[in-house]
């Protein structure tokens, strides 16, 4: 669980946690403002809604979840 990773780090800190999260096999789960930094390494967004109290998942990198 990464919650707004990349807040305190350089762009040398985020290239050395995108590289980390690319080679990792495993399932992250992190909460981010930072639109760039998802794209990276993101294959599916779960959209969480507090309202409906319901979780959509979505396929592809960021901006295509977006995009739909």
């Not at 800190?13 to 999260?21: A, E, N, Q, R, T």
């Not at 794209?39 to 979505?58: M, P, S």
């Amino acid at each position: 669980l990464l919650d707004e990773p990349t807040n305190n780090l350089d762009a040398a800190g985020i290239d050395h946690l995108i590289s980390f999260l690319l080679g990792y096999d495993k399932t992250v789960l992190v909460i981010s403002h930072d639109a760039g930094f998802l794209n990276t390494f993101t294959d599916g967004v779960l959209h969480l809604d507090v309202f409906t109290k319901t979780v959509q998942q979505y396929l592809g990198n960021y901006f295509d979840v977006v995009e739909e």
